[in-house]
């Protein structure tokens, strides 16, 4: 899988949006980019993925570049409680895909997030 | 909630004994993986189980072992404990290899 860079850590006001990048640019064209967060020793919460075209859902917008080896989460209007670890995370795409990922994710450090009041 | 149940939440045992640790899948995932997560290693996977067989491993010490029963859920045995055993252990389900997975909320393991 290939690696991610992502900065340590970073802040954001309450209510206004948070935007953490991720590096991938050694992503090959069948890997798709997850993002997963961690609260606290709590379990990590998997987030959002897409392979190229942006993507969104009720917790968050993905946006991929072109060239695919960077991406952005975008938490549209960040909250005390998001204050989290993210991980940005590039794995082989899943079997459904075609590909034939085993599933396992590699954690790297990820980027602390303090959303302060 | 993710669905994914984890028992104990906390273990305090002794160096040299043997735990297990057990959990239980979402409804409906056949794959389970396990996660060791400790203050200087961060999240490492340890082992992935698909529908009964093993199916990946990481950096598992031959001390532990994994099984997944026909019921789908999973034991983590861990024996002649260490110290540095001490971390917090996390089982993550998907329905099939590959597609998102969901964390439980772990195991503290506390060796003294």
């Known amino acids: 899988d290939a690696k991610t860079t992502q900065p340590p850590s970073m802040d954001c006001a309450e209510g206004r949006a948070a935007n953490l990048p991720c590096n991938h640019s050694t992503i090959s064209g069948n890997e798709y980019v997850y993002w997963y967060r961690q609260i606290h020793s709590q379990g990590p919460q998997y987030i959002i993925h897409?392979?190229?075209n942006n993507e969104t859902n009720e917790m968050a917008s993905l946006i991929i570049t072109e060239d695919r080896k960077s991406s952005t989460l975008i938490l549209p209007h960040a909250t005390l409680r998001d204050t989290a670890v993210y991980y940005c995370?590039?794995?082989?795409?899943?079997?459904?895909?075609?590909?034939?990922?085993?599933?396992?994710?590699?954690f790297g450090q990820g980027t602390i997030l303090t959303v302060h009041p | 909630d993710s669905g994914v149940t984890q028992t104990p939440k906390h273990l305090i045992t002794a160096t040299g004994q043997r735990v297990t640790l057990r959990c239980s899948p979402r409804s409906g995932d056949l794959s389970v993986y396990w996660y060791q997560q400790s203050l200087d290693q961060g999240l490492q996977f340890l082992i992935q189980y698909y529908n009964g067989e093993e199916r990946a491993k990481g950096n598992i010490l031959e001390r532990f072992s994994a099984q997944q029963f026909p019921d789908l859920h999973s034991e983590l045995n861990l024996s002649s404990l260490e110290l540095g055993d001490s971390a917090l252990y996390f089982c993550?389900?998907?329905?099939?290899?590959?597609?998102?997975?969901?964390f439980g909320q772990g195991t503290r393991l506390t060796v003294v």
């Open positions: 993550a389900s998907s329905v099939e290899p590959g597609t998102e997975a969901f």
């Open positions: 995370i590039v794995r082989v795409a899943p079997r459904g895909a075609g590909g034939t990922s085993y599933g396992k994710l590699t």
């Open positions: 897409g392979l190229k």
